[in-house]
């Protein structure tokens, strides 16, 4: 296991209102995430956000959601780390900051602003029947999602294997 | 002349680089904004916002620029207003809230979170050849830009006539 | 009169709720600010940010609030340039960005942290029956506050005379 | 071990220059909140929020950084869920929303920003030769301020034992 601190971080954005595909499609990009040892970044609250979160958790991962609202206990119940900013939607900048790339599912506007922000912060945005925006790379699956994720990282940012977690 | 605050505000968003007909685009709707008395909004630094501002104040308009940075002074030199906020581009949803509506020219991706943004907060979307989104207002012309912009503000949102201004 | 961009601008700070003390305090440093030719920079809200705008509206001043939520209609009936921030009261620093100078009048705790972001921004805080904190230039009326204030703002950053106003 | 989740959040502020006697106080902050499984909170930079992460982590303790850039890496080395903002020192308000109680040290004028934050949402401050503020419960050792701080934070906000960690 790596350190935490060492660990990739892989955003999933979308709704906080998603039909059961989109959950179980954000489920399963939960898992994988958790599978390849990278943390999971989303905005911590319900929809996409949640059964992403759970996905994770199942899995044995870890997950962060930077919440709109000031209390940390806003997030959903699949979050380990709640981050609190009582910006509003104005966090979703910090979704996107705070992953070293972004996985798109589905969505509405408050998604296509992460999208934008995200390649604003020149990351990798993939993305999974969400908007069709120049710059998006579009995945057919969550495995495809997943490791077109994994590979987009550079090794400089990822995870060193060997260390002692913690 | 009405009062500043019973005043339209119209928000112009785009690139701070444009090329030149986009430019000549945003100073013809600064200069349309503020001949029907609206103020004009927008990001306060170059390329669009910058045209825009010239265009609004060249007619005797209003312009309010809500920065970036952390000082006012950062402002093009065509802003009478200048809002520093700090925020970095996370500002950008700083810019949609301050507009009753928004008008879209060209632009990349902080042009777009703008867009996202906009749409959010339930304001109309005016695009000349911009993004092409769902939910984007297409226009032919800046007059037509404009037109649908003010004709989108409510009455009640909207300046009153045969008030004294200030 | 002097361009709008090249007027001074001056912070007054102080609680949403305030005794009927502080409110005639806060607007006679309306006035005095307004009759200086000076533009009034405030939280928008109610309490000593609604009594200075309502004084220095009515000596003819220019009036902007810097707003907590996301509306600008939230603002006080005596602010021509409401300015929505959705940020909560974390748009506490903004008010110290957008005024060179602050005058803090009794007030609470968001008071206290306006004035330390004021000092952080090298910028001269006058204080009036407020937090006694090292740093504040403590002062006697409203008149000598409005005085150190504007004897504070440097020559290049204050208005210059002479000029067409807008 | 609890659930990171339920962990109790104690934040650390402080300058980020400080003498030999206020970091060495900060690590041994940093050691106890650790020792009582607690996590912690802070600024995510030098001097006393590296102080107080360094010496959690040689407790064996997580660490949360919130940082004013919009880089996650600009986190000292003892940070192991950097959360970036962008928000330069605005951010100091979301340090106080992310912690359920807060000890300061020593510190400047960002550090009375934050101690007037966490006293706005309602949240017990306790001081270590720092400003000495109506509200600031002062504290003459970190033993004392580590626990007045565990005492400060409710039951139902606090850790349960006995359930298994991740």
Redesign the interface.
């Known amino acids: 296991m790596t ?3 060492e660990r990739r ?1 892989i955003g999933v954005i979308g709704g906080a209102r998603a039909d059961a595909g989109s959950l179980e499609t954000a489920a399963q990009l939960g898992r994988l995430i958790a599978g390849a040892g990278a943390i999971l970044v989303c905005g911590g609250l319900g929809g996409v956000m949640e059964a992403a979160a759970r996905g994770a ?1 199942s899995a ?1 991962g ?1 997950t ?1 959601g ?1 919440l709109p609202g ?3 206990s806003d ?1 959903n119940p699949f ?12 966090r ?3 979704v996107a ?2 992953a070293d790339v972004l996985i798109a599912i589905d969505g509405e ?2 998604t ?2 992460e ?3 995200g ?3 020149g990351k990798k945005v993939i993305g999974l029947g969400t ?1 069709d ?1 120049r ?1 998006v790379l579009l995945a057919g699956s969550p495995e495809e999602a997943v490791g077109l994720a994994l590979r987009s990282v550079s090794p400089s940012d990822a995870a060193k294997d060997g260390k002692i977690g ?1």
């Open positions: 350190l935490i601190r971080r958790q044995g870890l962060v930077i000031s209390s940390p997030a979050i380990d780390v709640p981050i609190a900013t009582g910006l509003g939607f104005t979703n900048s910090l900051m705070n506007y408050g296509l602003s999208i934008a922000f390649i604003i912060l908007w925006i710059g913690r």
